[in-house]
């Protein structure tokens, strides 16, 4: 069973940068390969919002709001996804939540991982 677990939230200040990690635990390269791979965000009250996604052939997208200012990797030999944020701004304070989708396995949700940015 495939378990998603996110690391690198913290406190920044506005203007700062972080990058957040996500782990594929218990899976074999094949079945990694087989997800698309995305980050989403919520803030309380709020529904969760998809903030970037990336393919095994590493096409990505990104919410408009982060665009320019985010970027989303993934390295297959270590079954990871990455989200870099640059510029950060205190409206992208919220839970990031990493996402494993496919049309093969059921969807994954890792913990979440908090990010708060300080004016």
């Known amino acids: 069973q495939v378990q998603l677990v996110e690391s690198g939230g913290g406190l920044v200040q506005n203007g700062g940068s972080l990058r957040l990690s996500c782990a594929a635990s218990?899976?074999?390269?094949?079945?990694?390969?087989?997800?698309?791979m995305g980050w989403y965000r919520q803030t309380p009250g709020k529904q969760r919002e998809l903030v970037a996604t990336?393919?095994?052939?590493?096409?990505?997208s990104y919410a408009d709001s982060v665009k320019g200012r985010f970027t989303i990797s993934r390295d297959s030999s270590k079954k990871t996804v990455y989200l870099q944020m640059n510029d950060l701004k205190p409206e992208d304070t919220a839970v990031y939540y990493c996402?494993?989708?496919?049309?093969?396995?059921?969807?994954?949700w890792g913990q979440g991982t908090q990010v708060t940015v300080s004016n």
């Open positions: 996402n494993a989708r496919s049309s093969i396995y059921s969807e994954k």
């Open positions: 990336i393919t095994s052939d590493r096409s990505t």
């Open positions: 218990r899976s074999i390269l094949s079945v990694f390969n087989a997800y698309v």
